[in-house]
């Protein structure tokens, strides 16, 4: 109407009533035809309730071109008694009984596909909770729902919808979901039955006995989950070749299935590659030796901590056995300096860190600290070792947890619960003599891990879930030649990653005080990106550290002074801010005041650092002006990676866009208010941000 120039309030002779009318249709059948798409209507959104809103999608492209036909039909004004006219007519009669006829079967593939969907999430459920015979149950019965909704799609009454534009592109595109859930059914059973070789009960379920792990079950369990997840990128690979205008909720059911997907191949690849790394390293084919690093986060260094006792694990057929556990005193000496990458010498040398087993971990990267730990070793010793393998306090706490309390002559019972306050600052207070408080230390630590190399462990969980933590808050850090790749995969390399094009962001303190002031340690970090000016974006970086030790009441050993020039309680501490390599900064400030800064680079990564110096009980902030990049207009990714330390850090993420724009998409957890994207939050493992903007049209 609005297009002849009339007004749609109006009464007139063009509704459809009437156009069937003039194109040959009589009153009683138009009748019908009403009842009927009131009929259908209700039906559709009574099976929503029951399938979910998928029924309702092809109701209005369905009627939308009937009504298009009975429009184009009237204006050509066809005669009721015409040929043209009767097959006109009859087509659309014919249309609209297909559609009829087909609509209760796409409402039952729905359903069907909706029972798929909760089976496996029943199965899912209970693959976490170790229940694997169960999850395998509900895998298949998923699977037999995705295919009965496959094959009804498939059938022939659905074929002239497929014919249909929008229509046929959802179609097609539901076929597609129930082919994907269809593959990914066998696939998840593959993954269940390779799970199922490490917990049925001669492996890990009672078969971890005397810190004997079986080989053969882990080999067979790498090749199913490698197939399983070349199962499942099939069934990604169906869902993705969709296309066409898909409508909602159907789009967001495949975004789902694609991201949800893409995660289970990963974690299959994960599994595979834990599954081959453990034969390795317990010594399978051939005995291999580990060089044990335990760092103490109360005197920060880049990976986490000052080096404060190593042992040596010899790793034969599938055991490990603990060959010695000592001091940092016990280090052998290196007669001068070993090869390093020309960065890591250009940096670090100051420090001593080709030659001092103490300082080789003042880079954030591990493999490279870990390679000049290797050879020093070598150099030392004439040893030859195949790996390196950190672990932390915290670390060791979550170890503790697993192996149970230990109790100390001296220090009474120690559990996960004391642990981390007896022994990274009780002991310093009780036991002034390094040589004392050392060897408590160090009967606490042979202690956990004796227990741990020869323990029996009934559920795979109880080993799984704290290792996993470890590994994911960089508690536990891993390198080896032989494996490196796979380490990598696997999230325990510890290494410094940073995508190309995109903003990064990592912040490093090292103690230069020479005490363990940094028990009492706050750091705050807050991070401001400007993109209302697409061409010169800007970033602002606040670090703010706190100190809440005293200066004095506590032994010199945690406090200071180190020298008589300085104050007890001052957390004299080496901060560095890792950029992208062109990122530049442009100002720097120190608690409010111009300052210079010492710049340099690393791993294809800029380095700005400053030492900073804080009184007990006060707080320093730096603050540093940026040029973040952005090279695709409308996007922009962040990767955020933390340094292990006793407390975590807090972060907080800005990210200020251009006026009007629509935020497309956003990940990482982040919410908008206007447009401002924030997060915020402690930063206890890696973060990657994500955020997709536009004009509105």
Known sequence: RLSTGRQPTKPGLDHLSHRLYRIGFGRRKIAMLHGLTAMIGTGAVLASSITGPNALIALPVLYGFFALAIVVADHRKLAVRSRRGRIIKYALLAVLALGLLAAPTVARAAWEMRGAQQEFAQAIAATKSFQLDTAQQHFLRGGRLAEQAKARLEMWITLPARYIPIAGDNLRAAEALAEGATLAAPAATTAVQAAQKLGGPEVLQGGFSAGQIPIDPLVEAASGFESAATQAELALSA???????????????????????????????????AATLMPY????????????IIQNPVELRATGGFIGAFGILNASDGQLSLERFDDNREFPQVPGPVDAPEDFAENYDRYASRSNFRNA??????????????????????????GVIAVDAVGLNYLLGLVGPVTSAEMGEINSDNFLKLALNEAYIRFPAKEQRSSVLLEVGREVWSRLLGGNFP???????????????????????????????????????????????????????????????ERTLSYRVDLRDPQNPAGELTVQIQTNAPDSGLPRYIIGPY?????????????????????????????????????????????????????????????????????????YR???????????DRFKLDVVLPEGVLVHGTSGGMQQQGNVLTWSGDLERAHEFEVRYGPWL
Not at 281 to 292: D, H, K, Q, Y
Not at 366 to 384: E, Q
Not at 619 to 635: C, F
């Open 239 to 273: 869902v993705e070749a969709s296309g066409g205008f898909i409508l909602p909720p159907l789009s967001g059911a495949k975004a789902d299935f694609i991201t949800e997907m893409q995660d289970a191949i990963d974690s299959l690849h994960n599994a595979g590659d």
């Open 281 to 292: 390293v317990f010594g399978a084919g051939e005995p291999r030796t580990w060089l044990l």
């Open 361 to 386: 971990n003042m880079t954030p990267d591990f493999p490279t600290a870990a390679g000049v730990l290797s050879k020093m070793w070598r150099s030392g010793t004439g040893r030859t070792i195949d």
């Open 459 to 521: 559920e795979a969980r109880q080993m799984i879930e704290p290792l996993g933590e470890m590994v994911t808050t960089k508690r536990l850090q891993m390198w080896s030649p032989g494996q490196q790749e796979r380490i990598e995969r696997l999230g325990l390399s510890g290494e410094l990653q940073h995508n190309e094009g995109d903003d990064y962001l990592l912040l490093v303190g090292q103690n230069a005080g020479a005490n363990k002031i940094d028990y009492y340690a």
């Open 563 to 635: 020298s008589p020039e300085v104050p007890a309680g001052l957390n004299r501490t080496i901060t560095s801010i890792y950029l992208p390599e062109f990122a530049g900064v442009t100002e720097a400030t120190v608690n409010g005041e111009p300052s210079s800064i010492e710049t340099f680079e690393e791993k294809g990564l800029s380095v700005a650092s400053k030492v900073l110096d804080i009184l007990a009980g006060e707080t320093a902030t730096m603050s540093l002006s940026t040029r973040p990049p952005v090279d695709d207009p409308g996007i």
């Open 638 to 648: 962040l990767k955020v990676q933390q340094q292990p330390t006793l407390n975590p």
